[in-house]
């Protein structure tokens, strides 16, 4: 397990007794329970990363965006989208809401608040809305009412409907502190490495961030009766209020030097090192070669769509084809995501490099959930340009991560974005224009980084082969339970050994628990 850096712990898994007098020390000044917000915020945006990052291991499963290259089962036991029984893989997230950030952000709130530290306010509420997002939409129902009780050891469930409700009152409560002026600048403090590593105090862009999460939410809905008459317009109204271009995407930033400070999906860091997770599938490779609007290739040279070359390694130096592996068997000749190894170590590739940003939320990726919503509520001129610009967005994006320096990349010119929108690869108009070509244009643009995401589109649309055309459609004993998987299970240790009785409500102790889908894929 990586580095928590925390301050305070949560209470449910200390001994009661031992629990209250932690909490019972504020008269002591060598052992203060209150903490500055100061010294709090950069140990919880590092969190959203790390927590984030090793849950999504498991979703670029299921994504089949990115599998493993052993034949190990425990390893492929996800790719059939089953879960490893008795273990806490899969349950990061659980921890860095209620452990990780738990207590933690709580405190970074209270004193924020308290003492008039408004921008460290807004930002601890949207932290907090976006990770209990995250959960739920990763687990189904969670616990949010009961959380963080400290004379507590079993917690009751809250489902989705409630999560998102109160998600939405954190992100208004985010907006509201974001809009007050705090009486000491706190702006030189939040602007270093010690600081805010996502925005570094732009509270402009930490208020369209809070708008992207609202779009995002409203756009799972997609099933609801009355998303086309009502929650449709509300993602086009939150997007157009978020982000206005690749300057405004949520990229937490690392200095890459060591272990500790590096990206989290770097080799450095070491959370997909392992063969385990970290061979390109098929389905992105078929995408950048022709797969969006014909067949794709499977071993291909070069393409049309030059993100192919700087998103994806190479086989080898001598042998220049790409390829993509599949779910289920062992793609040991696939190369890993890491990058091409010279003199015995990884040169780095796109997100995966040492000292790369890495990405929580973009522009290209906000632009397709409004052309989606514009697509299903009627507007497909309108979806044809959001559409048309989140490619373009992307193109820059990809650009941004190309590992120029070294001669591994060569940036995509303007004559060649050009080339890409004119060509078959991209709808040409908005009568042309299909909901597949919005969604696999997603697919490429949250390949890697947005697994969640990614596994939120999949669910909302049943996997269907109409919608995700490169997708490779498994059954029978390709899957765990003949059926794809819909939820993670909680965290092992903290629910199945001390919280199994409230699980047993939900249907948490049968094994096909996982296949069972969740609110936001439901109709009414």
């Not at 990061?92 to 209270?110: E, K, P, S, T």
């Not at 409004?370 to 373009?392: N, T």
């Not at 029978?476 to 965290?491: F, K, M, T």
């Amino acid at each position: 397990m990586k580095k928590t850096y925390l301050i305070v712990g949560l209470c449910a898994l200390l001994a009661m007794t031992g629990c209250k007098k932690y909490l019972d020390i504020n008269e002591n000044p060598s052992f203060p329970q209150l903490v500055k917000a100061e010294l709090l915020l950069s140990p919880i945006i590092f969190q959203m990363a790390n927590g984030y990052s090793q849950d999504l291991i498991i979703m670029n499963k299921f994504n089949q965006t990115i599998l493993g290259g052993s034949g190990d089962d425990a390893s492929k036991i996800w790719e059939r989208h089953g879960y490893r029984a008795q273990s806490d893989v899969g349950g990061v997230m659980w921890r860095m809401v209620y452990y990780n950030h738990g207590h933690n952000l709580q405190l970074l709130i209270d004193d924020a608040v308290a003492n008039q530290k408004y921008e460290y306010a807004g930002i601890g509420y949207a932290v907090k809305a976006w990770g209990y997002q995250m959960l739920t939409d990763y687990h189904g129902p969670i616990i949010m009412d009961e959380a963080l009780r400290a004379q507590q050891l079993r917690f009751s469930y809250n489902d989705q409907d409630e999560v998102y409700a109160k998600v939405r009152e954190w992100c208004d409560s985010a907006l509201y502190y974001f809009d007050q002026q705090s009486p000491i600048d706190y702006i030189s403090s939040l602007n270093s490495e010690k600081g805010d590593n996502l925005y570094r105090g732009n509270i402009a862009r930490w208020k369209k961030f809070v708008y992207g999460l609202k779009a995002t939410q409203f756009n799972h809905l997609v099933n609801k009766s009355e998303y086309q008459s009502r929650y449709a317009d509300s993602v086009i109204r939150y997007v157009d209020l978020s982000f206005e271009s690749n300057a405004d995407d949520a990229r937490i930033k690392f200095k890459g030097d060591d272990n500790g400070n590096s990206n989290v999906f770097s080799s450095n860091y070491g959370v997909i090192t392992s063969s385990y997770y970290n061979r390109a599938g098929k389905p992105i490779v078929r995408y950048l070669t022709g797969g969006l609007r014909g067949e794709g290739k499977d071993d291909t040279i070069a393409s049309i769509d030059r993100r192919l070359a700087i998103m994806l390694n190479r086989t080898s130096l001598t042998d220049s084809t790409f390829k993509g592996g599949e779910p289920n068997v062992t793609n040991s000749t696939i190369p890993s995501v890491l990058g091409r190894t010279v003199n015995n170590v990884p040169e780095g590739k796109y997100i995966f490099r040492n000292n790369a940003e890495f990405p929580i939320m973009t522009y290209a990726q906000l632009q397709l959930i409004k052309a989606e919503a514009q697509f299903i509520k009627g507007d497909k001129a309108g979806a044809l340009v959001s559409y048309r610009q989140a490619i373009i967005g992307h193109m820059n994006f990809v650009n941004s991560y190309a590992n120029i320096a070294t001669g591994q990349d060569k940036a995509i010119t303007t004559e060649e974005i050009t080339e890409y929108l004119n060509s078959d690869d991209v709808a040409q108009t908005a009568d042309d224009l299909t909901l597949a070509d919005i969604m696999g244009q997603k697919y490429i643009v949250q390949w890697g980084w947005g697994g969640l995401e990614q596994w939120c589109d999949l669910r909302k649309y049943h996997y269907s082969p109409d919608i995700f055309r490169q997708y490779i459609q498994l059954s029978g004993s390709q899957l765990q339970y003949n059926a794809y998987c819909y939820r993670v299970r909680p965290r092992y240790n903290s629910e199945y050994v001390w919280n199994s009785d409230e699980l047993a409500k939900w249907g948490g102790l049968e094994p096909e628990y996982v296949t069972k889908p969740t609110w936001f894929v439901l109709p009414n």
